[in-house]
């Protein structure tokens, strides 16, 4: 497990960017975090990475948003989903196995659904406003 403390909003963008730079096409993030964790804001960094220009929002309410630039980003968030076959009926199956980034956020709701190279990256706050980051399944290299 790779263990990241970022300090501020431009830090977890920052690390955003340096993740963004190592994945590969079919990589998938399952992000884990409470409400206003950071998870939207580690993806802006991501996207950054990928050459994505188009500002990054929650797609909270449209569930997916899909953004191009050095290789197609689909960002889902599943939280109003009542489960996985919710999801399996988005047909996500062309954006999970595809060319593209997959970044799902509240992805604990639908784990069982998602392949065994899916990275786990959780964020959790922490009472002086920093936040612990935590990254599972990674097989990019360093971090760095």
Not at 47 to 67: G, M, V
Not at 95 to 105: H, P, Q, W
Request: charged residues 25%; aromatic residues 6%.
């Amino acid at each position: 497990m790779l263990t990241f403390t970022t300090k501020s909003t431009k830090e977890t963008i920052e690390l955003g960017r340096k993740i963004g730079r190592l994945l590969k096409k079919g990589d998938i993030i399952a992000m884990q975090g409470t409400l206003a964790a950071g998870k939207t804001t580690i993806t802006k960094g991501i996207a950054q990475a990928l050459d994505i220009k188009d500002t990054i929002t929650s797609p909270t309410f449209c569930l997916i948003s899909e953004y191009s630039g050095k290789m197609p980003l689909y960002h889902m968030d599943v939280y109003r989903l009542e489960g996985t076959e919710d999801f399996i009926n988005l047909g996500t199956d062309d954006m999970l196995y595809g060319d593209g980034i997959c970044i799902i956020e509240w992805s604990e709701k639908i784990m069982d659904e998602l392949p065994e190279k899916t990275i786990i990256l959780r964020i959790t706050p922490n009472d002086d406003g920093s936040r612990l980051i935590e990254i599972d399944n990674w097989q990019n290299g360093p971090v760095e």
